[in-house]
């Protein structure tokens, strides 16, 4: 397919962000890189799926899960084979089991969270590969990071290669002109994920990250959570007395506000960086601009199997242009 990239006087990133676990998600990514014709892809975390969907096999042989919050049972080897697509599809991984596995699962949760874990290093690890071997025919770089929702112990085994780079909590060389900060921890939420820090704990773990930038001008910051107040950290305020947490209502509208993190915030308005690329908020697709930095965030739509996306024309020393994308 023929692209003027070569003739480009400036970068064409596409960022996409909070895939979880999606299959679908993840294979248009990929083929984004030749549609949008990209110099470079980029996920700003959560890459991981959220949740497992069991599927029992029953003493009969036949099979039976839930899908989109509906039983779907006595179902036949061809009958479950598009319904564990979908799920896979839509972001949970699908696990088959026996019923006494299923009882065992049921009753040690620890055994639940350790096959969660395992899941997730084996997506890590096959998406990897799909990348490298579809971006080396490309010669197109991916730059990753987790996000909140993504284990510690997932991440640990994460590795690079020559065209995945895995940059959480690292500063890497992008081009000849930018490096490239990836940083997925957060601040605090209602949900109590694997990786949120306090705003303190936030500035301790990144500000030895911030001074080893050679040229914060000239860096790109791949951070899951969007700096505070900017309008790409716009979600519904949770009544947190409830389990699981609700959206808080007044007057029939959801109540809506500002959960960024203060760190991020502060830290893109000391150094300004030349662009700041975001994820985590799902329900927002915005940009906005702190001095100088422009700050985007593509948001979500995983679990409906839809891709979102941020087109970003980056020159040497701002961006040109942005373009928001959906499919």
Same mark, same amino acid.
């Given at each position: 397919m023929p692209?003027?990239?070569?003739k480009r006087k400036y970068k064409r990133l596409f960022l996409a962000a909070d895939l979880h676990g999606s299959e679908v998600v993840f294979r248009k990514f990929l083929a984004a890189?030749?549609?949008?014709e990209a110099d470079a892809?980029?996920?700003?975390?959560?890459?991981?799926?959220k949740s497992i969907t069991p599927i029992v096999q029953q003493d009969n042989g036949r099979f039976q899960t839930r899908l989109a919050g509906a039983v779907r049972d006595n179902l036949?080897?061809?009958e479950l084979a598009p319904i564990e697509k979908a799920i896979a599809d839509s972001g949970p991984y699908p696990v088959r089991m026996t019923e006494d596995d299923y009882a065992r699962f049921r009753a040690n949760p620890d055994k639940v969270e350790s096959l969660f874990t395992d899941r997730m290093i084996d997506q890590i690890r096959r998406w990897t590969e799909m990348a490298e071997k579809h971006l080396a025919t490309l010669d197109i770089p991916l730059y990753w990071i987790g996000g909140n929702d993504d284990k510690v112990e997932a991440l640990l085994q994460a590795e690079s290669t020559p065209h995945v780079h895995y940059? &959480?909590?690292k500063v890497a060389r992008f081009d000849e002109d930018h490096e490239i900060l990836g940083f997925g921890w957060t601040?605090?939420?209602p949900w109590h994920t694997p990786r949120e820090l306090s705003e303190d704990g936030l500035k301790r773990r990144l500000d030895p990250l911030l001074s080893r930038v050679e040229d914060p001008a000239r860096c790109i910051y791949l951070m899951h959570a969007p700096p505070y107040e900017?309008?790409? &950290?716009i979600a519904p305020k949770l009544d947190t007395t409830t389990d699981p947490p609700r959206p808080v209502v007044r007057g029939g509208q959801q109540v809506l506000i500002p959960v960024g993190s203060t760190t991020f915030r502060s830290a893109i308005l000391e150094t300004q960086p030349v662009l700041g690329l975001h994820g985590h908020i799902h329900e927002t697709k915005n940009a906005a601009k702190l001095k100088r930095?422009?700050?985007v965030d593509p948001g979500s739509e995983y679990s409906a199997g839809t891709l979102r996306g941020a087109i970003i024309n980056l020159e040497r020393d701002r961006v040109l242009s942005y373009q928001f994308t959906t499919g």
């Open positions: 692209t003027d990239r070569g890189a030749t549609f949008y892809l980029l996920i700003g975390g959560d890459v991981t799926a036949s080897e061809a940059i &959480d909590e601040n605090p939420s900017t309008g790409l &950290d930095t422009v700050c």
